[in-house]
């Protein structure tokens, strides 16, 4: 419990084992990118439906993201769970940080004072 971070904290609550914070900070970035890469297409007249391709480029960049994170991760050594589950790398450390408490969540490896 001691020595955890506020990523580690952040990167604690999971989906399919796969730390929910990552999936979301993935993304809105993908979001982010397509919104940027939108703005440039239709400045320059190539859009005609606009929705429907948003919404494509959106989770197209998001697929796009999760692929490079994929082989940047891979090329680096690290190991990842969704590393695992293609075969890529053996099963990452899990580092957990939160205890449920009758008082709430415990804020453990967080620097909190008692006088906020």
Do not use: E, Q
Not at 26 to 47: C, D, Q, R
Not at 96 to 116: P, R
Request: some cysteine; hydrophobic content about 50%; proline content about 2%.
């Amino acid at each position: 419990m001691d020595g955890c971070t506020l990523i580690d904290v952040l990167r604690t609550p999971r989906v399919l084992s796969m730390a929910a914070f990552d999936w979301i900070i993935t993304y809105i970035g993908a979001y982010l990118l397509a919104w940027a890469m939108f703005n440039v297409l239709t400045y320059f007249g190539l859009v005609k439906n606009k929705t429907d391709y948003f919404n494509m480029l959106v989770f197209g960049t998001f697929g796009l993201l999760i692929g490079v994170a994929i082989f940047l991760h891979y090329w680096l050594g690290v190991s990842t769970v969704i590393g695992y589950y293609l075969g890529l790398n053996s099963y990452p450390i899990v580092v957990k940080c939160f205890n449920m408490t009758l008082s709430g969540m415990s804020t453990a490896g967080l620097d909190v004072h008692d006088n906020i």
